[in-house]
């Protein structure tokens, strides 16, 4: 960065968008001229810091009308927004004012008439009736917003008319304190693709949903939803994930066709579901990961589940299935098994274990994923011998093609991810052509190599801490879950064995895995919400 005077570094911040490290007290008193020179400015990104808010609000407010896309995120914004803020900006389209201390009413975003996306989440002094919020917001916006984030709050009541807001495409609720009963009105919102309600205290029976004509994902884990499983998914053929568990859903999965040629995520765990597993499901599902634990259901794994050869994850943990592991499982498939004790009843006979699938795991049933680093034994130097020699020969064949090999592998198995990284979110370049794809890759090879060395050396990752809680904050903040994690090591692993295949050995891979598990294990333990 130039090192010229204050006001022309200042000048050549605003311009880039980007205040880190520009001095923040000097920006937020600096003359107003100032700010006016650069009229230009179309995406302003000020989050986390400690932005003041006696003098950030008057100084947002005398900025261009230019402005698009503002980020405020992850500061130590406290109080009421006063109603001038954002009154200048009637070009922006993406507000950003999530993890900080906001309270209401929020009155300063009636007149954002072009707002496409605005992101309240995680703002823990954000309480009052959902309606009295969503009166604030029913200005011209109503016809413009696109993404509703107002996940993580102490918002109560029930829901409002949806019916004003015909653009919504996104809606994020959960985590809130929200009562009654599923909203039929959300039917009426044709443009609707994501909808999440999790955790809340919503209840009753699920109401026919055929009317989502274009929802991918539905989440509503956490609620008292009753009554039997809802036929009426079956119907909704651009599902992409359905997300059910923790519910008080009975009775048996109805015997019948499914639409859900593009459905990866299935879970219904914590039910009363009971009966077998349809044999019914579309053969041609794209299913990665399917979570039936904790239920009722019982006799034999169908056999129809072999056509799902996408499949990485498979929870079957206590319930009621009887009979052996199917022999399909061994031989032909790739992905981790959990399943209660009772179907291990002669693993040799089918020589599952010697077919070495990619990733199994055979639990009791009682599996806990725990956010805490957990012990493992003694890293030898063998296995960091091993991750490092094969690192240095990954580095000597085109690093960055490998790099590429690995995120395309991951979003193969997982498409939905793309939108885990704002790069890729952002831009209209296609996903192989994208510069930061490479390197962001090569971080996650770099950073699981050094976590071998540290644990020959310390016995644990000691990422620094600074880069440790960076790396939980933004992995919260774009909703990264534990299957993610999953399929990212199943794809750094599938990466490494396709780069050095004359070196790769069942040692070298748990070596691998170990260092990504422990690494992964220290940034869960950061994943938490900021107080």
């Avoid at 809130?176 to 029976?205: E, R």
């Avoid at 568990?245 to 048996?252: D, F, K």
């Avoid at 019948?256 to 041609?284: H, M, Q, T, V």
């Avoid at 031989?331 to 089918?350: A, E, G, H």
Wanted: charged share 20%; with cysteine; proline share 5%.
């Amino acid at each position: 960065m130039s090192t010229g005077t204050p006001g022309s570094t200042l000048i050549y911040c605003i311009k880039l968008g980007f205040l880190g490290g520009c001095s923040l007290p000097s920006v937020i008193s600096s003359p107003i001229s100032l700010v006016n020179s650069s009229k230009t400015l179309s995406h302003l990104d000020l989050s986390i810091n400690s932005l003041p808010n006696s003098s950030i609000y008057p100084w947002l407010s005398n900025l261009g009308s230019s402005l698009v896309d503002l980020d405020l995120s992850r500061n130590n914004l406290q109080g009421p927004i006063p109603d001038y803020a954002f009154s200048n900006m009637t070009s922006l389209l993406h507000l950003d004012l999530s993890y900080n201390q906001i309270v209401g009413p929020l009155k300063s975003f009636g007149n954002l008439c072009s707002l496409k996306t605005l992101s309240l989440n995680n703002n823990y002094n954000l309480t009052g009736q959902l309606p009295e919020l969503f009166f604030y917001l029913s200005g011209c916006s109503k016809d413009t917003l696109e993404t509703l984030l107002l996940n993580d709050n102490f918002l109560s009541g029930s829901f409002p008319d949806f019916t004003l807001f015909s653009s919504l495409r996104e809606l994020q609720l959960q985590g809130n304190n929200l009562n009654g009963s599923f909203p039929k009105s959300f039917g009426q919102l044709s443009n609707l693709t994501i909808l999440y309600l999790d955790n809340n205290n919503l209840g009753g029976s699920i109401p026919d949903l055929s009317v989502f004509v274009s929802l991918k994902e539905l989440h509503i884990h956490g609620n008292l939803f009753n009554g039997t499983f809802p036929k009426s998914i079956g119907k909704l053929s651009k599902l992409e994930v359905l997300d059910l568990s923790s519910n008080l859903l009975e009775g048996s999965l109805p015997n019948c066709s499914f639409r859900w040629r593009g459905l990866s995520i299935l879970n219904l765990a914590n039910n009363n579901l009971s009966g077998k597993i349809p044999i019914s499901l579309d053969s041609e599902c794209s299913i990665q990961s399917l979570h039936l634990r904790n239920n009722s259901l019982a006799g034999e794994l169908p056999s129809s589940l072999k056509h799902y050869t996408r499949m990485i994850v498979m929870d079957v943990g206590h319930n009621k299935f009887s009979g052996k592991i199917p022999a399909w499982i061994g031989p032909s498939k790739s992905f981790i098994l959990k399943n209660p004790s009772v179907l291990c009843n002669s693993l040799t006979d089918m020589n599952i274990l010697a077919s070495k699938p990619t990733s199994m795991l055979l639990s009791n049933g009682v599996e806990r994923r725990s956010s805490k680093r957990f012990k493992v034994r003694a890293f030898s130097e063998e296995q960091e011998a091993l991750v490092v020699k094969s690192w240095n020969a990954m580095k000597k064949k085109n690093p960055g093609e490998l790099g590429l090999k690995f995120f395309l592998r991951i979003f193969e198995i997982a498409p939905s991810a793309k939108k885990l990284f704002k790069f890729l979110k952002d831009s209209d370049v296609p996903v192989e052509q994208n510069p930061q794809l490479k390197p962001h890759a090569m971080t996650v090879f770099v950073m699981t190599c050094e976590s071998a060395v540290q644990l020959r050396k310390a016995g644990k990752a000691t990422v620094r801490e600074s880069t440790l809680k960076d790396l939980g904050a933004s992995h919260l903040k774009y909703g990264v879950v534990d299957e993610h994690f999953e399929v990212t090591k199943y794809a750094l692993l599938e990466t490494i064995k396709e780069a050095v295949p004359e070196m790769w050995s069942p040692e070298m891979k748990n070596a691998w895995a170990e260092a990504y598990d422990q690494l992964v294990a220290a940034i869960k333990n950061e994943m938490k919400p900021s107080d």
